[in-house]
């Protein structure tokens, strides 16, 4: 009877420590510039209960806005980065940016680069999540050549993709 029951009590405790409902909590995304440019950086996320905050320092950019994506797959491997594919959009929605009703979830607008074409910002999105349907882990980043307009379909009319991140789980 015993020996029966002890490997039994094992198996609970190894599923309540161990069984995958951990949810993530901090991530992170290293950006590297694709052929012929020059952005480079990290995006840090961090989920809290207000949504996902972001800390972003990126150099290398252009002055002025610069359109920043999720995008659906985690394939840097393209040298224009077009192998991450379009926007991350689980729900099938139209572009559009944050604070709008209809977005992609990857829909994160803008960012700004300074004269020195730094953008050292901190965003707070309620809308991408690191877990569940809305999860962005193991998708990319992706930092364009122009602003996105946040409306022209579908891609806010950003232009090229000068910088690319796989998104990765971070302690
Ligand atoms: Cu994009
Ligand atoms: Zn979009």
């Known amino acids: 009877m015993k020996l029966t029951i002890i490997p039994f009590l094992l198996c609970l405790f190894v599923l309540s420590a161990c069984g995958g409902s951990t ?8 950006i590297h510039p ?5 952005a480079s950086g990290t995006v840090l996320f961090r989920e809290k209960s207000d ?10 950019l252009t ?6 994506h999720v995008h659906k797959f985690g394939d840097c491997s393209a040298n224009n980065g077009a192998s991450a594919g379009g926007h ?11 604070g709008k009703e209809t ?9 700004t680069a300074d004269e020195d074409g730094r953008a050292l910002i901190e965003k707070l999105d ?9 999860g962005i882990i193991g998708r990319a980043i992706i930092i364009h050549a122009k602003p996105d307009d946040l409306h022209s379909q579908p891609t806010g009319a950003a232009g090229p993709r000068v910088g690319c991140g796989v998104i990765g789980i971070s302690h």
């Open 23 to 30: 949810p993530i909590e901090s991530a992170v995304a290293v």
């Open 34 to 38: 694709t052929v012929s440019n020059q």
């Open 51 to 60: 949504g996902v905050h972001l800390k972003i320092d990126i150099r290398g």
């Open 63 to 68: 002055p002025g806005k610069h359109g920043f």
């Open 88 to 98: 991350f959009d689980p729900h099938g929605m139209n572009h559009g940016g944050p």
């Open 103 to 111: 977005r992609h979830i990857g829909d994160l607008g803008n960012i």
């Open 126 to 134: 309620n809308t991408v999540s690191l877990n569940g349907e809305q």
